[in-house]
């Protein structure tokens, strides 16, 4: 029963390309996804990298996210909106809260828990310190560091739907939209959809890791 | 009409009526319940829904109640709707506040009443025969669609009459289920003719964020509650609404005929007379606001000062 309701429900006419339809829906969501991911990659990468090539920093950067993992992130976005008023920097901020921790984490491990011994013989080779960041160590992190960006993707897609809480779009008006209006079919469509661009998206990111991994450790 | 129910309470519900449909099967014939006690004592029992308002109105009706020397005792948080006319119907508690006008439409979707008279007259008809629904307070707890009064006067609005010229200039925030409720968008455009120039859904109810994007500009028109206390600010100006398109919303006692004495019906019907809308937001606002007192601090300093002991 509930299969046939979901039928109807994407089959409605204009569910997909109506405005406010599927594909718009899902266009917000990756919009928002991308926007914050990219955000938190070009401040957390450069930052790990440097402070896990450079061997200091462990106690802060561990600090820091374990501190961001345990901020709520609705009651950061009601704090920030009362603040900031409606619209994109609050849900943003809120969002970037989320995604930095595993994205610093995972680039300051993997660079700095590399085996000594490689890094040695990197040196004693007469590799510059820049050589062996780039030649050596980046390449040898590069599996956590993916793994720390999949980790990421997944938080903030699966987080994103708490943006329409406030008047954005995104996949979870569907959700939150329902709710309000006992509209369980619609809720239980946007899970679906929401699982599935998930794994999409981590099929994707687990491909990209597959090629962008040298042969050598592969 | 899910205005007193938001979302997380419909789940608290539905997981409260199964807990509470296991219990009752265990429990068997002794007469107690999930909720205590049914009908075997002289303590009348008040439910509320699990919402800081109906808490505060039955903690109102147990100090009105022992204000005349009657036993009563309060159950607060039952949950949604579903839940405490289940839990009144059985009997496991005596009393409960509600709304008239989500009262009808729950127990009857059809309903054309729009009045509040209408509202009152209906509810007998469609109620189950053993509940009965007391004379209502002049006290409503209704949608508003509020504009900053600065903003109103500037474009001369006083009512949702006047804003059929504006359609498609005027933004409108509310809950995002005013977007396909028959008095939300449908009801603007098929009553008073308008329809905002962008609609945006805010989730919290009628809360801070909904009020701090009216104050900061960021939306012309809100729906909020008409017992929030904010509206008390001349900042702001409730838009009349002569086309009846939202329904009246007065707070009755709703009881159990056969547990509740006339005495005390006529307790619950003084007092429900003396409670105004402006009353109700005052004590909100010790309730929610900054001083957070208890509803039942508020509810029993209040029935003090304005209800006699002796009728």
């Known amino acids: 029963m509930i299969f046939e309701k979901l039928w109807a429900w994407f089959s409605a006419p204009g569910a997909w390309t109506a405005p406010g339809g599927i594909w718009q829906r899902l266009a917000e969501h990756l919009a928002y996804s991308g926007l914050v991911l990219a955000l938190a990659s070009l401040l957390a990468l450069p930052l790990g990298i440097w402070l896990g090539h450079r061997g200091r920093g462990e106690g802060p950067i561990l600090a820091l996210t374990g501190a961001l993992r345990a901020l709520p992130t609705l009651g950061l976005l009601t704090l920030l909106t009362l603040w900031l008023g409606l619209g994109l920097t609050a849900p943003v901020l809120a969002l970037l809260a989320l995604a930095l921790a595993p994205l610093l984490s995972s680039a300051y491990a993997g660079v700095a828990h590399l085996d000594p011994a490689l890094k040695q013989a990197a040196l004693a080779q007469g590799m510059t310190g820049r050589q062996l960041l780039f030649q050596v160590e980046l390449p040898l992190a590069l599996p956590l560091i993916m793994g720390g960006l999949r980790n990421a993707t997944l938080q903030v897609v699966a987080t994103v739907p708490l943006l329409a809480y406030i008047n954005l779009g995104g996949l979870g008006r569907y959700l939150i939209d329902g709710l309000a209006l006992r509209d369980y079919t619609r809720m239980v469509a946007a899970v679906l959809l929401l699982a599935l661009l998930a794994l999409a998206l981590d099929a994707l990111l687990a491909l990209a890791q597959r090629a962008l991994t040298s042969p050598g450790i592969r | ?311």
């Not at chain 2, 100090?63 to 119907?89: F, H, I, K, N, V």
């Not at chain 2, 709304?99 to 509202?119: F, I, K, P």
């Not at chain 2, 547990?259 to 010790?286: C, D, K, Y």
Request: negative net charge; aromatic residues 6%.
């Open chain 2, 1 to 311: 009409m899910s205005r007193f129910q938001p979302n997380r309470r419909q789940i608290l519900a539905g997981l409260g009526l199964a807990t509470g449909g296991l219990t009752l099967t265990a429990c068997g014939l002794d007469g107690s319940t999930a909720f205590g006690q049914a009908g075997a004592s002289s303590t009348l029992l008040i439910g509320s829904a699990d919402f800081p308002e109906s808490q505060l109105l039955a903690e109102i009706y147990a100090a009105a109640l022992r204000q005349r020397d009657l036993e009563a005792q309060t159950l607060p948080g039952m949950g949604a709707r579903e839940a405490y006319l289940g839990a009144l119907q059985e009997g496991a508690v005596a009393v409960v506040p509600d709304y008239s006008g989500n009262l009808l439409l729950y127990l009857d979707s059809a309903s054309r009443a729009q009045t509040a008279q209408e509202v009152m007259q209906a509810l007998p008809g469609v109620l189950p025969q053993n509940l009965e629904a007391l004379a209502p307070a002049p006290a409503e707890n209704k949608d508003s669609l509020v504009m900053r009064a600065d903003r109103a006067r500037a474009l001369g609005l006083e009512s949702l009459a006047d804003l059929a010229p504006l359609s498609g200039h005027l933004s409108l925030a509310a809950a995002p289920e005013f977007a396909e409720r028959s008095y939300g968008l449908p009801g603007l455009k098929r009553v008073y003719d308008f329809e905002p120039s962008s609609f945006e859904p805010i989730n919290d109810g009628g809360g801070p964020l909904t009020l701090a994007a009216l104050r900061e500009g960021q939306v012309d028109i809100v729906d909020l509650y008409s017992t929030d206390p904010a509206l008390r600010s001349p900042e702001f100006l409730i838009l009349q609404d002569p086309g009846h398109l939202i329904l009246p919303q007065q707070i009755l006692p709703l009881v159990h005929k056969r547990l509740v004495s006339l005495e005390a019906a006529q307790v619950l019907e003084e007092i429900s007379a003396l409670l105004t809308t402006e009353a109700l937001m005052g004590l909100n606002e010790r309730v929610v606001g900054a001083e957070k007192a208890s509803p039942a601090q508020a509810a029993s300093d209040w029935v003090g000062q304005v209800f006699p002991r002796d009728s």
